[in-house]
């Protein structure tokens, strides 16, 4: 078994304001394919999703998305703890961060 086509790194800086970054890459092969289909979201301590920041198919390289703390229609989420996930054809992985207003 080989690694995963996906790594997705702690957010930084954790805790912030306002504004945090999150690094992710995808590694695509023979196997995956040119590229995959990407998704990273933002979901609130209850699970309430909060934002979409990438929903599109990717090539293999590294990126780095930024939240600025807002939700969907652009109001600022409460301080609290949110969790973001990456989702690939191939799994799902999540972290945790924290925003302090």
Not at 8 to 36: C, D, M, W
Not at 73 to 79: C, E, L
Request: aromatic share 10%.
């Amino acid at each position: 078994p080989g690694q995963r086509p996906y790594v997705l790194s702690q957010n930084h800086p954790n805790p912030f304001n306002p504004v945090t970054r999150i690094s992710y890459r995808i590694e695509t092969s023979e196997k995956t394919g040119a590229t995959l289909a990407v998704r990273l979201e933002v979901f609130s301590a209850t699970g309430r999703l909060v934002k979409v920041l990438v929903d599109t198919p990717m090539p293999a390289g590294d990126y780095e998305v930024g939240w600025d703390g807002t939700d969907t229609v652009g109001r600022p989420a409460a301080s609290g703890i949110y969790y973001y996930s990456l989702t690939t054809p191939f799994g799902r992985e999540s972290r945790k961060m924290s925003m302090i207003r």
